[in-house]
């Protein structure tokens, strides 16, 4: 991730993060997102999935939409949404994990068109929901909704929610967010697909988004019944990479022709779980492993796909707790980067935010604080206009602070 905000708080040492405001949210890894002073949000408090529409600096809340629903996640995991809500300068389109697709008018939260993606199109349930965000390109919404016959892909009209085109190969869909990419000239869409199936099957699908016609595919998924591609696809020229961390590790492709990618090199050893990768100078940075105990942050040269280094950050931290103190290591195990400021700004799994240096040379701390004490902190961080929006997703077990909505000041003084 890159964001071109400067003139950051660089240092957390004398002078942490101020908190701007915050709520509570109910369950849901889903990341907020902007537009102009707006922010939108979605998350799931008792049987209701909630979208709502709040000022991006007060946290005061413009309209909130609601609806039912009954989704269980026979993993443990919360049954709120993994998807983020897309957007345009008229409606907010969102995801929900039964596969409920909403248009939303933007100023009013009123209800334009819907589609239960399950029922229409005869997806069964993946392994944790449906997660996957939704995509805007020209006048489509793009979904990866994973059902079968070749519907792993669909477009539907921003406007009236009729359906367009739909393609696939029968791959399911996966937890990797679909993305544009202009190669060799052209517009293309690639998702890396791959969900519930047995014997497993999935990778990339690269396709022509005005019509849905499949370019190439490329199979890449892991062997295990219960592996998934969550990792979006890396794209710079007419490279892409993909990686998963059940197996396979990653690839990186070259675009050559229309219907033509072939490997450039192959790792298994670096395999990333659901963040995004961050390239910088020819180098790519990301966190191989499944974690938090063998989530290792990697350095990877683009050029042959070696590995420079590997490290887990780490340091003690003293807690309190029931009046005894005690000194218990953390990391930044899975984390999410971004690439800002001249810095990379790294948000850890149990609510740290840290300035690094990264470089094939190694990583170094810059600077660290810790916001909240909570697990899974795998919601990837926005920045806005100076604002970092966070998303505690589990209770601080030192403060006892419910799952929460925060945002905090990181604009310089």
């Known amino acids: ?62 309209w909130q939409y609601r609806y039912p629903t009954s989704y269980e996640d026979r993993y443990g995991y919360n049954g709120g949404p993994r998807s983020s809500p897309a957007l345009t300068k008229k409606n907010v389109y969102t995801l929900g994990p039964e596969g409920e697709l909403h248009c939303l008018d933007l100023g009013t939260g009123r209800l334009r068109w819907k589609h239960s993606l399950g029922a229409e ?13 939704p995509l805007v390109w020209g006048s489509f919404l793009i979904v990866q909704v994973g059902g079968p016959d070749g519907g792993d892909v669909a477009a539907f009209d ?27 000239g052209k517009d293309r869409l690639l998702v890396f697909a791959g969900g519930e199936s047995e014997p497993p099957t999935g990778g990339l699908l690269c396709m022509d988004p005005s019509t849905g016609l499949l370019d190439f595919s490329y199979p890449w998924r892991g062997r295990p019944r219960e592996s998934v591609n969550a990792s979006t696809p890396w794209v710079g020229g007419n490279r892409i990479f993909l990686s998963e961390c059940y197996g396979m590790g990653s690839v990186l492709l070259e675009y050559r022709s229309q219907g033509i990618a072939v490997p450039r090199w192959t790792n298994r050893g670096f395999g990333i779980h659901f963040m995004s990768p961050l390239e910088k100078d020819g180098y790519l940075y990301g966190v191989d492993g499944h974690g938090p105990g063998n989530a290792f942050l990697v350095c990877i040269d683009l050029k042959d796909g070696s590995e420079k280094w590997r490290r887990q950050p780490s340091w003690e ?53 810790w916001l909240f004490s909570a697990r899974e902190t795998w919601t990837p961080p926005v920045l806005s ?29």
Request: some cysteine; hydrophobic content about 40%.
């Open 317 to 369: 931290e003293v807690l309190v707790r029931d009046g005894k103190t005690e000194r218990v290591r953390f990391g930044t195990y899975r984390s999410w980067l971004m690439d800002v400021d001249g810095r990379t700004l790294c948000l850890g799994e149990f609510g740290h935010l840290l300035w690094m240096d990264l470089s094939p040379a190694g990583a170094q701390i810059l600077s660290r604080t």
């Open 1 to 62: 991730m890159r964001a071109p905000e400067t003139g950051l708080l660089a240092d957390f040492s004398n002078e942490a993060p101020r908190l701007v405001w915050e709520q509570v949210k109910g369950e849901g890894f889903a990341s907020p997102v902007i537009q102009d002073s707006r922010l939108f949000f979605t998350h799931r408090q008792g049987q209701d999935l909630i979208v709502e529409c709040l000022d991006a600096e007060t946290g005061r809340r413009h």
């Open 158 to 184: 921003l406007e009236t929610g009729g359906l367009r085109w739909k393609n696939g190969v029968g791959w399911g869909a996966s937890y990797a967010t679909p993305r544009m990419a202009r190669l060799l």
């Open 385 to 413: 206009r100076g604002l970092l929006y966070v998303c505690q997703n589990q209770r601080d077990f030192l403060h006892g602070k419910n799952p929460r909505l925060l945002c905090y000041d990181l604009r310089g003084r």
């Open 121 to 133: 199109f005869g997806v069964v349930q993946n392994f944790f929901g449906v997660g996957s965000s």
